[in-house]
């Protein structure tokens, strides 16, 4: 009885140990989050969360499994962008007047990681502790912020005044918001707000720009058909010329082309003499 209840402590002692240090989230402290790497399963794709229960076998494996530990903070940034809508001097120009078509915004953005994303961001960023996780978050923070300029510059480009008049009366652009995230699915808690320092007169540009064109177009008005049938004639002939230089480069490395040339046309090769029909 005694060497039964011996061997059943033995056992209660090793399965509570066991248990013990299986537990992966005991290392985790309140606030923080883990990434667990073992030599047996590689990298664990799901994090540990404080107070979350989870237990697995091969931690038990002395030196097998190293837990990285984390704390998530949120990233601000701010921004400003400038240039000048497509063109808008030489409309003016045109159009003899002084007109300023520069544009500049400025804002802030906001974000934190999204902590189910830390095993594969660490393993992406190369990422092993707490202070290389800021470096990390710093880098994607320029990424970030690239993407916003491109993004701000591509409205400006393309004449989106929907989207700049937006931007000016709610400082936000929910669209943006939503391209952002879905190019950076590992962050959450965005934030993105701009303030507009320089406006252009839109509507003043598109005037000019449709003046510009209907300039154009009476320009081409202009040219008669004469001039047009010239210009055609005069390149049509600079095509035979080049033609004809291609030829001449043929026989000149090849002149037995020449002889060919003859006899398909049933003339009398280079020193022969013609043979004169009967009657002659």
Request: glycine fraction near 8%; charge should be negative.
């Amino acid at each position: 009885m005694k060497k039964f209840l011996f061997v059943l402590l033995v056992l209660i002692i090793l399965g509570g140990a066991g248990f013990f240090f299986g537990w992966t989230h005991l290392t985790i402290p309140p606030g923080s989050y883990g990434v667990m790497r073992s030599k047996t399963n590689g990298l664990e794709s799901t994090v540990i969360r404080d107070g979350e229960f989870r237990w697995v076998w091969y931690k038990l494996l002395p030196t097998n499994v190293k837990i990285s530990v984390y704390t998530i903070g949120p990233v601000k940034r701010s921004f400003s962008n400038s240039g000048s809508l497509s063109s808008g001097q030489v409309y003016a120009e045109l159009a003899g007047i002084q007109a300023d078509f520069s544009w500049e915004i400025s804002g802030e953005f906001g974000f934190s990681l999204n902590p189910d994303y830390l095993p594969q961001f660490t393993e992406r960023e190369n990422v092993s502790d707490d202070a290389g996780l800021r470096g990390a978050e710093e880098r994607l923070g320029d990424r970030i912020e690239s993407f916003v300029l491109q993004k701000i510059k591509a409205y400006a480009d393309v004449d989106d005044e929907k989207t700049m008049e937006t931007i000016t009366l709610t400082g936000s652009v929910p669209e943006l918001n939503s391209e952002i995230q879905s190019a950076f699915p590992e962050i959450e808690n965005l934030d993105c707000s701009f303030h507009i320092v320089r406006y252009p007169d839109y509507a003043l540009y598109q005037s000019l720009k449709a003046l510009y064109k209907e300039y154009l177009a009476s320009q081409n008005a202009v040219l008669s058909p004469g001039i047009t049938k010239e210009a055609e004639n005069r390149m049509n002939l600079r095509l035979r010329i080049d033609e004809l230089a291609q030829y001449g480069e043929l026989l000149t490395k090849y002149p037995i082309l020449l002889q060919y040339l003859s006899i398909e046309k049933g003339l009398p090769l280079a020193g022969e003499q013609s043979v004169p029909s009967r009657g002659e």
